[in-house]
């Protein structure tokens, strides 16, 4: 159960991420969410990115961030 946990918390996260800045990238997005923590250099999700799951899956308006600080921190 733990695997399937975990491959729908990556697919929603990279999906999420890829919607949020704007490319369908999966390079760039997993390079992205590694930067930001969400997984690991193996592509494991990490407690951070199970967190962020959990937060913006159930109310992406409550994390309350903005699209342009996004956008401005990704390479």
Known sequence: MVIR???????????HLGHTIGTN???HIINF?????????D?????????FYRVASRDPDALGY???YVMQHFH
């Not at 592509?43 to 967190?51: D, I, R």
């Open 33 to 41: 969410a590694r930067d930001a923590g969400y997984l690991d250099a």
């Open 43 to 51: 592509g494991c999700v990490t407690v951070l990115g199970k967190n």
């Open 66 to 68: 903005d699209k342009n």
């Open 25 to 27: 990238n999966v390079d």
């Open 5 to 15: 946990n975990e491959f729908v918390e990556r697919e929603w996260l990279l999906r």
